[in-house]
C-alpha cells in the first residue's frame, strides 16, 4: 500500500509540475519586479552600459584593451539597449536570465532527487535573496548563473540517458557561462569532481574528454587574456577574513533566520546522503550538489594564498545548489507529508519576503544625483575633475542624459586631447599629467571634483593626486561639499585676494 501512495504521489506531482513551473516564474518576477529601477546605476553597472552602448568593434577593443571579462553579457547588452536605457529596461536583461534560472533548478532538482524536490528547488530559487539582488544589476552575473545551472543540467542529463548532442550542449553552455563571467567556471570543477564517483565514467570518458577539450579551446582566448593583462582590475579585493564564510552564508540566504533554515535543512538532505551511497548510481547526484555548493568558496579561499579573489557576488553561482539541496531537506523531513512539506517551504519564502522588503534599496551610490547636482549648479566656465579618474565612467553616463548635453557641461579640465574612452578604446580616458591639470586648474574660478575619496584603487594615473589636489590646496577653498553614499561632490572656489 506504501509503495502505492507513493508512486501516486509523484505521478500527481508529475501531473503538475508544468504548472508549478509557472507559478514558480510568476513568484521570482514579483520579487525581481520590485524596486528593480529604484537604484541608479553604481560604478560597475556604469561600467557594463559605457562598454555596451559602443558599437561590436569597440565593445571588442574594450576586452583587449581594459577586462577582458563578461564580453558576452556586453555583446547581448549592446543588442538589448538598442530597444531603450533607462535603469529598469537594462536591468531587465538580468531579470530574463535569472528567472529563466528557476525552472531549470527546477528540472535539475527533479532530474536529481524527484518531482518534490524539484518543485520546492524552483520555489526556493525564485524567492532566493541572493539570486534576486543580482536579477536587479546590469551585469554578467545573472547570465553566467542561468548558463552555469543549464550546463549542469544538460550535463547530468547526459550522463543519465547518454547523448552526444547534450554533451555539445554542456560544452557550448558551459564555454559560454565563462565568457559571460569568468567566476561562473567554478560550477565546472564540481562537475569534475563528481564525475569522479560516477559508476558508468569509464563508458563516458571519450565523450567527456572531448566536451572538456572543447570548452578548453573555445576559453583559449580569455585564458590568454587574464595571462596577458595580469591582475589590475581585480587589485582592489581584500584577503579573506575568519568570518568570510559566515557573511557568503548570510548573502546566499538572505537573512540570519534563513540561515540557520537553510543550514538545518542542507544538514539534513546530506545526513540522507549515507543512505543512498551504497548505490552508486545515486552518490554522484550528491557529490554534485554539494560540491556545487562548497567547492567555488573554497577554491577562491585557496586561491587567496596567491591572490585574493574572495568577492560574494563571484560565488552567485552556487545559489542553486543551496536551493536543491534544502529541497532536498524538507522532502526528508515531510516524508510522506505534503503539508509539512508545503508548511517549510511557505515559512521560508514568507522569511524571503522580509529580507527583500527589509532590503529594498540604497546600496549605491548616487551617480544620478550627483550628475543632477553639478548639471543644476554648475555656471558658465566651471571646470571638473575626477578623482579617482574611474569615476568618471558612470559620472559622465549619467550627466550626458540629464544635463542637457555637452554645451551645458563643465570643462572636463583633466581629459587628453582625443583621450575619450571610445577614442582610446578604453573604459578609462586618458588624462594629462599632473602638473599639466594644476596649470589647467588656474584657468577657472571653479572647479568641481567627484569622485571616491575611499578608494585606493587606481587602475590608471591619477592626475590630482600628482599635482591637481596640491594647486586646490594652494589657491582655492572648498564651499560646497556633498556625500551621496560614498560618491563625494565638492565644489571649489578661488580664494580672494587679501
Not at 11 to 33: K, S, W
Given at each position: 500500500?506504501e509503495?502505492?501512495?507513493?508512486r ?12 508549478a513551473?509557472?507559478c ?6 514579483l520579487?525581481v519586479?520590485?524596486t528593480i ?5 553604481w ?13 561590436v568593434?569597440?565593445?571588442l ?5 581594459t ?5 558576452f ?8 539597449m538598442?530597444?531603450g ?20 533548478v ?7 532527487f ?5 518543485v ?13 539582488v ?9 547570465l ?16 543519465e ?7 555539445v ?12 563571467s569568468?567566476f561562473?567556471?567554478l560550477?565546472l ?12 565514467a ?12 572543447g570548452?578548453?579551446?573555445?576559453t583559449?582566448?580569455?585564458?590568454l ?24 552564508g548570510?548573502?546566499?540566504t ?21 543512505g543512498a551511497?551504497a ?12 560540491g ?19 568577492v560574494m ?13 534544502a ?16 508548511g517549510?517551504?511557505v ?14 534599496g540604497g ?6 544625483a ?22 568618471r565612467?558612470g559620472?559622465s553616463w549619467?550627466?550626458?542624459r ?6 551645458a ?13 571610445e577614442?582610446?578604446?578604453s ?7 599632473g602638473?599639466?591639470l594644476?596649470?589647467?586648474?588656474q584657468?577657472?574660478r571653479r572647479?568641481?571634483?567627484?569622485g ?11 592626475p ?18 556633498r556625500?551621496?553614499d ?12 587679501q
Amino acid at each position: 500500500m506504501e509503495g502505492t501512495f507513493l508512486r501516486g504521489r509523484a505521478e500527481a506531482l508529475e501531473r503538475r509540475f508544468g504548472a508549478a513551473l509557472a507559478c514558480q516564474v510568476l513568484v521570482g518576477t514579483l520579487m525581481v519586479a520590485f524596486t528593480i529601477d529604484h537604484e541608479p546605476f553604481w560604478r560597475d553597472e556604469a561600467a557594463s552600459v559605457s562598454v555596451a552602448s559602443r558599437g561590436v568593434a569597440g565593445i571588442l577593443e574594450v576586452l583587449r584593451e581594459t577586462d577582458g571579462n563578461m564580453g558576452f553579457y556586453y555583446l547581448l547588452l549592446h543588442l538589448w539597449m538598442l530597444a531603450g536605457t533607462s535603469e529598469a529596461w537594462v536591468r531587465a536583461l538580468s531579470a530574463v536570465f535569472a528567472l529563466a534560472t528557476i525552472p531549470v533548478v527546477a528540472l535539475l532538482g527533479r532530474r536529481l532527487f524527484g518531482a518534490g524536490a524539484g518543485v520546492l528547488a524552483g520555489f526556493l530559487a525564485a524567492s532566493n535573496m541572493f539570486l534576486i539582488v543580482y536579477a536587479q544589476e546590469a551585469r554578467g552575473y545573472a547570465l553566467g548563473l542561468f548558463l552555469g545551472t543549464l550546463a549542469t543540467w544538460l550535463l547530468v542529463e547526459a550522463v543519465e540517458r547518454p547523448c552526444v548532442s547534450l554533451l555539445v550542449g554542456y560544452a557550448a553552455a558551459a564555454s559560454l557561462a565563462v565568457y559571460a563571467s569568468f567566476f561562473s567556471g567554478l560550477t565546472l570543477v564540481a562537475h569534475v569532481v563528481a564525475l569522479a564517483f560516477l559508476p558508468q565514467a569509464r563508458r563516458l570518458v571519450r565523450p567527456l574528454a572531448a566536451a572538456y577539450a572543447g570548452i578548453g579551446i573555445a576559453t583559449v582566448p580569455l585564458v590568454l587574456f587574464l595571462l596577458a593583462t595580469g591582475t589590475e582590475q581585480v587589485s582592489w579585493i581584500p584577503r579573506p577574513g575568519v568570518g568570510t564564510l559566515g557573511r557568503l552564508g548570510l548573502e546566499l540566504t538572505g537573512s540570519a533566520p534563513l540561515l540557520l533554515v537553510d543550514g538545518a535543512l542542507v544538514a539534513v538532505a546530506l545526513a540522507s546522503a549515507p543512505g543512498a551511497w551504497a548505490d552508486r548510481r545515486v552518490r554522484w547526484r550528491y557529490v554534485l550538489v554539494a560540491g556545487w555548493l562548497a567547492l567555488p568558496p573554497l577554491v577562491l579561499l585557496a586561491a587567496a594564498l596567491v591572490k585574493p579573489l574572495f568577492v560574494m557576488r563571484y560565488l552567485l553561482g552556487c545559489a542553486p545548489a543551496l536551493a536543491i539541496l534544502a529541497a532536498l531537506g524538507i522532502v526528508t523531513l515531510a516524508g510522506r507529508s505534503t503539508r509539512l512539506a508545503v508548511g517549510v517551504a511557505v515559512v521560508l519564502a514568507c522569511l524571503s519576503l522580509v529580507a527583500r522588503v527589509r532590503f529594498g534599496g540604497g546600496r549605491n551610490e548616487d551617480l544620478r544625483a550627483a550628475a543632477a547636482m553639478v548639471g543644476r549648479e554648475s555656471e558658465p566656465g566651471d571646470a571638473l575633475v575626477f578623482a579617482p579618474a574611474f569615476a568618471r565612467v558612470g559620472f559622465s553616463w549619467y550627466f550626458r542624459r540629464l544635463a542637457g548635453g555637452p554645451h551645458a557641461r563643465p570643462r572636463d579640465v583633466a581629459l587628453a586631447g582625443g583621450g575619450e574612452p571610445e577614442a582610446v578604446g578604453s573604459l578609462y580616458a586618458r588624462e594629462v599629467p599632473g602638473p599639466v591639470l594644476a596649470a589647467r586648474l588656474q584657468e577657472h574660478r571653479r572647479v568641481w571634483v567627484v569622485g571616491y575619496p575611499d578608494s585606493d584603487w587606481h587602475p590608471t594615473p591619477e592626475p590630482m593626486a600628482e599635482g591637481g589636489f596640491a594647486a586646490l590646496g594652494r589657491e582655492y577653498r572648498l564651499v560646497r561639499s556633498r556625500d551621496l553614499d560614498g560618491l563625494q561632490v565638492d565644489l571649489y572656489e578661488r580664494a580672494a585676494v587679501q
